[in-house]
């Protein structure tokens, strides 16, 4: 009886093991803010306006998060006003949570990662361990007294990593309306007819006390 409950431990203990994501957890490595840098493709500042959970088989792992910002200044990639971002969808797998309406300084990556187990289609990715941190609200480039205590810091030596950064262009106002060349021509007629009524009416007028006086 021992026996077989021992065995049944033990197939428990090696189930477990073995399921993805059940006994893995996020170990993050030391990074110097110029390296965080530098391993990302885009680094902005921006505020999450939606976030999508990317389908999967729900038997399997759960498929990662796309994150949608909108970024006030880009400090490395392209001054885009909007990012997608995915990431995993827990903390044990190095996913990172961003709230929406609050505003994060974002390292984002590209390129082929293991870490998902669904393709999200998405070219941007980040994990816990990117170096991400939540700021205030704002639209400025960071400054010291943007880190929120207790929750990030912002030194100076990671503001200096950052260098000067680009706010992303305002989508342009379109343009407004012009005449086309038919309204132009049509206008040009009604005004010739207006102009020929009353030369008409001058004429007419001249011909009546003509009459008149003879």
Known sequence: MRHRVLALLLLVAATLAIAPGTACACSCAPFEPKDQVERSAAVFTGTVTAVRQVEGNPLGPRPPI??????????????????????????????YSFDIGARYLVFASTGQTGMFETDPGVPLHTTLCSGNRTVRPGKGPLRPKDAIPDVSTLTSGLLAALGTATRPAATAAPSPPHASQDGAVSLWIYAGAAVGALGLASAGRWLFRRRGRS
């Open 66 to 95: 796309v994150y949608t910002f909108h970024a006030d200044q880009v400090y490395k990639g392209r001054a885009d006003a909007a990012f997608q971002v995915a990431t995993n969808s827990d903390g044990a797998s190095c996913g």
